[in-house]
């Protein structure tokens, strides 16, 4: 197989990329996308990169929603090689799989003591030199009415009016961006809403509410302003529409070679962004051909549970994370040394 890594570089990473080599150090914010058991396919170069960007320490932004601000939290552990292994673990859990109605709210819950225990949520409240932000969608209070409000928003959204900067007087959907510290300007000016800074005890609830998928677990309530319910970041966020930058260059590892603004922006490929055209941008995603040989020939999602059952399912997401492996290996051969071998499959 050729490559199995589709690399799209902006221009400004790339010429320089191109001029100096590839070096960590020249970036500063890492992003993280929505996507559920879709992260599998990453976890090899999650594998590399979460160690390589702890070797080449900086202060860095890291923004993730749903699944990615779980992936993302592992990176910034003293160990981020046994968080992944431990979110792997869950995710195949096959005890998990046997239950017929699993409580997904529950697990969850368990899932944050599990992955990252009190020494990992303290690594997260501390928020220095590495802070994470997790995205949070805020509706109003009550969830008697939040399927009405939630097709509102996606009929607001497909109307071409989508808009996570500022809460509707009907609760619609609302960006919060939970972290250690206050918002710094550059990340509020490209992905502006409201913002909450964690205390330290409340790291569990807004890892719980980013990851809220809405039928799937309990909207979180008691984290957010005026009591409105927390749900996932995706429905705000799913791959960011717009990439935030602070003073060098962002890397994005990413189950696709496009973005897809939000949630309720899937139906729509026009509004897909073209991550060449970002060009403080750095995105990894795996190969169509890579994708085309995984166990099903293709990336995990939430529709597998219903095709795959118990002990099959776990096998199966298993050994979709074992072949990601390969994407690793790639991206540690194409950056070895000064990335010389990336600087020539950029310039071909």
């Avoid at 677990?217 to 996932?232: C, F, K, S, T």
């Avoid at 994708?291 to 219903?306: E, S, W």
């Avoid at 099959?312 to 990601?324: C, D, T």
């Amino acid at each position: 197989m050729s490559n199995p890594l589709i690399i799209h570089a902006g221009r400004a990473v790339r010429e320089r990329i191109l001029r100096d080599g590839f070096r960590y150090d020249d970036f500063d914010v890492v992003l993280g996308a929505a996507g559920g058991p879709k992260w599998l396919v990453l976890y090899g170069l999650d594998a590399v990169l979460a160690p390589a960007l702890g070797a080449a320490p900086r202060p860095r932004t890291f923004v993730g929603a749903s699944v990615g601000a779980w992936r993302l939290a592992a990176y910034l552990q003293a160990d981020p090689q046994g968080a992944l292994d431990r979110l792997l673990a869950r995710y195949r859990d096959p005890a998990f799989f046997a239950e017929k109605r699993p409580d997904m709210t529950k697990r969850f819950e368990a899932d944050v003591s599990a992955v990252l225990g009190q020494a990992g949520l303290d690594a997260l409240a501390e928020g220095a030199p590495n802070a994470l932000y997790a995205v949070v969608t805020a509706f109003g209070a009550g969830r008697r009415n939040l399927p009405w409000r939630l097709a509102l928003t996606a009929l607001r959204n497909a109307l071409g009016s989508r808009s996570f900067a500022q809460a509707s007087a009907l609760g619609l959907g609302q960006r919060v961006l939970a972290g250690p510290a206050p918002v710094p300007p550059w990340l509020r000016a490209a992905l502006p809403g409201a913002e909450l800074i964690l205390r330290p005890e409340q790291w569990p609830a807004a890892l719980l509410a980013t990851a809220a998928v809405p039928g799937l677990i309990r909207p979180v309530e008691g984290l957010l302003a005026g009591n409105a319910l927390g749900l996932d970041g995706g429905i705000a966020d799913y791959h960011f529409g717009a990439i935030p930058r602070d003073k060098g260059f962002t890397l994005y590892p990413h189950f696709y070679p496009h973005l897809v603004p939000g949630w309720f922006d899937k139906p729509f490929a026009r509004r897909r962004l073209d991550p060449r055209s970002v060009e403080h941008l750095l995105l990894l995603a795996p190969s169509p051909a890579f994708v085309a040989g995984l166990p099903g020939g293709k990336i995990p999602d939430r529709k597998d549970p219903q095709t795959l059952g118990g002990a099959a399912l776990g096998a199966r997401w298993g050994q979709v994370a074992e072949a990601s492996r390969a994407l690793g290996d790639a991206w540690a051969a194409l950056t070895e040394g000064e990335g010389q071998g990336l600087a020539r499959a950029l310039a071909s």
